[in-house]
């Protein structure tokens, strides 16, 4: 079992910046992939983003590429979302996830049921 906790979401203006981290603890070692998803209010939980554990980004929704980067430190066990020029449509809660899954299909990676493990957010709000 991977325990994730998500810190650094606020309220900001519109064109602002935050960057969100994600500290992973438990058994790390069998973790393939991380993820971050978003849910806004009334809607459904969408990817962010995805990067694997041992380095390279999966992929980004294309509502944000070019606006946000995820990273990880391996020897903090932490993921990070950068998140730049954020808009009023990037308000939501917003999650990590991970998953020990190996496949080959980089969308696989996209999909809210691929984690197995998720933190219990963090809250961005961007005032327009």
């Known amino acids: 079992q991977v325990q994730l906790v998500e810190s650094g979401g606020g309220l900001v203006q519109a064109g602002s910046s935050l960057r969100l981290s994600c500290a992973a603890s438990?058994?790390?070692?069998?973790?393939?992939?991380m993820g971050w998803f978003r849910q806004a209010p009334g809607k459904e939980r969408e990817f962010v983003a995805a990067?694997?554990?041992?380095?390279?980004?999966?992929g980004y929704a294309d509502s944000v590429k070019g606006r946000f980067t995820i990273s990880r430190d391996n020897g903090l066990n932490t993921v990070y979302l950068q998140m730049n020029s954020l808009k009023a449509e990037d308000t939501a809660v917003y999650y990590c996830?991970?998953?020990?899954?190996?496949?080959?299909?980089?969308?696989?990676?996209?999909?809210?049921?691929?984690?197995?493990?998720w933190g219990q957010g963090t809250q961005v709000t961007v005032s327009s």
């Open positions: 996830a991970g998953t020990s899954k190996v496949r080959s299909i980089v969308d696989f990676y996209f999909w809210a049921a691929t984690y197995d493990s």
């Open positions: 438990g058994r790390t070692f069998n973790t393939y992939a």
């Open positions: 990067i694997r554990w041992s380095g390279g980004s999966i």
